[in-house]
């Protein structure tokens, strides 16, 4: 695996073991209440780090044209132009 992998999932690692501190942490970062990012903090787990395969890549594709056809980015948007790899 890479570093930058490696160090995702241990970040990710602690944020599961510590939800309040995240839920604190990300409020205090994105201007939300500390109750409501418990809440989401509690409902769904995305601290897993995995290298995007076809179909994540395929999915979010889907949400960049959506985007762009609602004006929400002025461009279109590649996204397997834009998907980190860590070998040649």
Same mark, same amino acid.
């Given at each position: 695996m890479t570093p930058l &992998? =490696?160090?995702l999932r241990e970040v990710g @690692? #602690? @944020?599961i073991k510590d939800p309040n501190g995240t839920a604190a942490f990300l409020? !205090? #970062?994105l201007g939300i209440s500390e109750s409501v990012m418990e809440k989401s903090?509690?409902?769904k787990q995305r601290y897993y780090a995995e290298p995007l395969d076809t179909a994540a890549i395929s999915d979010q594709q889907a949400v @960049? =044209?959506?985007f762009f056809r609602l004006? &929400?980015?002025g461009k279109p &948007?590649?996204?397997a132009d834009v998907v980190f790899? !860590?070998?040649p």
């Open positions: &992998l =490696d160090v @690692a #602690k @944020a409020a !205090s #970062k903090e509690g409902r @960049a =044209d959506t004006g &929400l980015i &948007l590649n996204v790899h !860590s070998g």
